[in-house]
């Protein structure tokens, strides 16, 4: 396995601007920290169960029965367009300070941990990255092909964890500092909902 090569790759793949990457900066601006990590989070879960996915031979299915991949397409675009409305239409306030949310607040990370999931699950190209550019990673002419999938798999996950974390530390400061700034709270709900819902387009086209 190549794995600094392949790790490589993925750290390309996840400087690209995409829902994921979007959906973070948003929830870290608007909802603070503790949510923007509880969607890093969901990220992490769905991009495993891509993993599992792919050491399933998922690409095959695709192969074998295409309408399946558009039903996921199509469920993902539907999902990008509610979020992209959401944000839309959400209101104005943002949070002031970067503490720890109450435990009553329980419910809020939950959402954002659903979010982050149903984002990146409903993904075709998540979907795709997984099933067709990580096998090409895996030696057959070795033995340990389950070990393997579980070393590359873990690459795919950490490195997510380590990129989405710094967008969501990076993104909840700068939902601090808008704080003060009405305008340009609407400017940046107007921009990543239709950004949103852009993606949600590009995935309907393709």
């Given at each position: 396995m190549e794995l600094w090569a392949f790790a490589g790759a993925l750290a390309a793949v996840y400087l690209l601007p995409g829902p994921d990457m979007l959906l973070i900066l948003q929830t870290g601006v608007a909802n603070g920290r503790p949510q923007a990590l509880a969607t890093v989070a969901g990220l992490a879960m769905a991009r495993s169960a891509h993993v599992a996915l792919a050491a399933g031979g998922l690409a095959a299915t695709f192969t074998a029965a295409p309408w399946t991949l558009d039903i996921v397409r199509l469920a993902g675009a539907g999902y990008l367009v509610w979020l992209g409305a959401q944000v839309l239409l959400s209101g104005p306030a943002l949070p002031t300070t970067d503490t720890a949310l109450p435990a009553g607040d329980a419910t809020g990370l939950h959402a954002a941990w659903q979010r982050g999931l149903l984002t990146n699950l409903l993904n075709p190209k998540s979907l795709l990255f997984c099933s067709v550019l990580l096998p090409q990673f895996v030696d057959a002419g070795q033995d340990a092909i389950l070990q393997q999938f579980l070393i590359l798999g873990s690459l795919v996950v950490?490195?997510?964890?380590?990129?989405?974390t710094a967008y969501a530390v990076t993104a909840s400061r700068l939902g601090q500092w808008l704080a003060g700034y009405p305008l340009l709270q609407r400017l940046h709900r107007g921009l990543?909902?239709?950004l949103l819902i852009g993606f949600a387009g590009q995935l309907i086209a393709s």
């Open positions: 950490g490195v997510g964890i380590l990129f989405d990543f909902g239709a």
